[in-house]
């Protein structure tokens, strides 16, 4: 059982950064693949990074490509999500999600567990 809780949320301008963290809890951090998927009001959860379990392997969606940042700390059991040149459009409730297998997953459904989600909203 992995437990999820997300923090560094926040009303940004546009351009602006902001770090979100996900501590976990658990005994498996270290060797389950890790990411971050964002939903819109009215929109579908969609995916935005992936860190593999040692962080060699890391993926993004192509609209947070070169903005975003996605790494982890395994002694810590936190994985961090940076992002800069934020935008109004990357406005939603972010999650961070564990998955049962060591690399870089990149569909909500292959995840096992997730966070309760903490909001970013970038004013324009």
């Known amino acids: 059982q992995v437990t999820l809780v997300e923090s560094g949320g926040g009303l940004v301008q546009a351009g602006g950064s902001l770090r979100l963290s996900c501590a976990a809890s658990?005994?498996?951090?270290?060797?389950?693949?890790m990411g971050w998927f964002r939903q819109a009001p009215g929109k579908e959860r969609e995916f935005v990074a992936a860190?593999?379990?040692?962080?060699?392997?890391?993926d993004y969606a192509d609209s947070v490509k070169g903005r975003f940042t996605i790494s982890r700390d395994n002694a810590k059991n936190t994985v961090y999500l940076q992002m800069n040149n934020l935008k109004p459009e990357d406005t939603a409730a972010y999650y961070c999600?564990?998955?049962?297998?060591?690399?870089?997953?990149?569909?909500?459904?292959?995840?096992?567990?997730w966070g309760q989600g903490t909001q970013v909203t970038v004013s324009s």
């Open positions: 999600a564990a998955g049962r297998v060591p690399y870089t997953i990149t569909i909500a459904y292959d995840y096992s567990y």
């Open positions: 658990g005994r498996s951090f270290s060797t389950s693949a």
């Open positions: 860190i593999d379990w040692n962080g060699r392997s890391i």
